[in-house]
């Protein structure tokens, strides 16, 4: 699973990271990946519990992610119907629209309080 910066200059594989961390600054809390001795900005957010959020989406995303891909794979010794080509389409295109998280704006993160 890739992961787009909020920034859209940093595609990284969230399978080569060392690690992905929520650092606070003073003005901004930020996301950054760690792959090699390297770190890339990811996202940049008001406070710490948007950040968090934003991990928390990014852990479900992968999770989702990983259980199509599951899928997908147990369905190739099946038989081919009509119908269960239908459903390896459908599981291709979901899986096609998860392969890349794409890290939100600030503002389109919402925290329950």
């Given amino acids: 699973m890739l992961i787009r910066s909020q920034n859209k200059e940093v595609l990284t594989n969230l399978n080569a990271l060392a690690g992905i961390e929520i650092a606070e600054g003073p003005v901004k809390t930020v996301i950054t990946s760690y792959i090699t001795g390297c770190s890339y900005l ?41 119908n269960t080509k239908m459903i390896v389409n459908e599981l291709e295109k979901e899986i096609q629209e998860k392969t890349i998280f794409q890290m939100p704006e600030d503002s389109e993160v919402e925290i329950n309080d």
Avoid: F, P
């Fill in 42 to 82: 990811l996202g940049e957010y008001s406070n710490k519990q948007k950040a968090a959020k934003v991990l928390d989406m990014l852990q479900k995303a992968h999770a989702e992610y990983e259980m199509l891909r599951g899928m997908s794979t147990g369905m190739g010794g099946i038989m081919v119907t009509y």
